[in-house]
């Protein structure tokens, strides 16, 4: 019997390597085997991903089927209320400490979740690494997402000359801790002072100190700083669109922004963008959200 999963497809040169890392990032699907196809492997993994797509495996004999979840750090978000499935998570893996199962989607102002803990250590707070930086975070206390790791990495390519960027909507600090190691300045805003109190724990963690972190609501502040940065990161894809002014008011011309948005068609917001003064360099998608929406991303030049 063939199941369908999520899998990550590289060449077959490479494909010992990139099995080791996601064993070690605890995502290999153990319970499928490893289909090849030509020059290229395919290698299962239990969570959607960048660059993810879905294909059919064989069961692997004497392997453990781990029902859906996501990891962060420590803990795996369970995609089904599932106490047998979560304590066979919990079991599979010796860096897991917690396994959860989420109340609903991100809402209200603070982009929270409320979770309910299905097996192990009763907590939502753990630690993950991402590239040689280590963040705590708590999943129902501020947002954070794993899936936005290469995102972070992409952006970071991207940076150059010493910049000054604002992280309108920062969280606990991924990106601008991320993006601090080759910024003058990143100001990291947040309006949850929970999501603030964390950021100033990871800055210390890190050794980062070029980060400014700012308690407000990110349509003030425009009144807090001038037409003065040349990278701005908006990741709040529920309701950025109602921030997009804001961010072009204090972004220098030639400088750029990275719009996240939820979509539902290609080239949704870019009408909105033009009218605002800025051209729409590249528009892909970061992940599927929904059957009819999906996360994109527009990288957005200002005149």
Not at 28 to 36: A, G, T
Not at 50 to 70: I, M, Q, T, W, Y
Not at 212 to 229: C, G, K, M, T, Y
Request: contains cysteine.
């Amino acid at each position: 019997m063939e199941l369908e999963q999520w899998c990550i497809r590289v060449p077959a040169a490479r494909g010992e390597t990139v099995r080791r890392a996601l064993i070690n990032e605890g995502v290999l699907d153990h319970s499928l085997k490893v289909r090849r196809e030509d020059d290229q492997l395919l290698l299962p993994v239990t969570c959607q991903r960048d660059g993810a797509e879905r294909c059919s495996f064989e069961a692997n004999p004497g392997k453990v089927v781990l029902p859906r979840h996501e990891l962060v750090g420590g803990i795996a978000i369970i995609q089904d209320h599932d106490s047998v499935g979560a304590e066979k998570i919990l079991a599979s893996r010796p860096s897991l400490h917690t396994v959860v199962f989420a109340r609903g989607e991100v809402s209200g102002e603070y982009r929270t979740r409320e979770f309910e803990v299905l097996a192990g250590v009763p907590t939502t707070r753990t630690e993950v690494i991402e590239h040689g930086h280590t963040f705590v975070v708590d999943l129902s206390r501020a947002y954070f997402s794993a899936r936005l790791s290469s995102e972070r990495q992409r952006i970071l390519a991207q940076v150059r000359g010493r910049e000054s960027i604002l992280d309108m909507f920062a969280g606990v600090g991924p990106f601008a801790i991320m993006l601090a190691a080759r910024s003058a300045l990143v100001v990291a805003a947040d309006l949850n002072p929970q999501a603030i109190e964390l950021m100033f724990g990871n800055l210390a963690k890190n050794r980062t100190g070029n980060v400014l972190p700012v308690l407000a609501d990110a349509h003030h502040l425009p009144s807090l700083f001038s037409r003065e940065f040349d990278r701005i990161v908006m990741n709040l894809p529920l309701s950025g669109t109602e921030f997009l002014s804001d961010g072009f008011s204090l972004c220098k011309p030639g400088g750029m922004i990275h719009f996240y948005a939820l979509v539902s068609n290609e080239g949704e917001h870019c009408a909105r963008i033009r009218e605002l003064g800025g051209e729409v360099v590249a528009e892909r998608v970061v992940r599927s959200y929904s059957p009819a929406q999906w996360h994109a991303v527009y990288d957005i030049a200002v005149q």
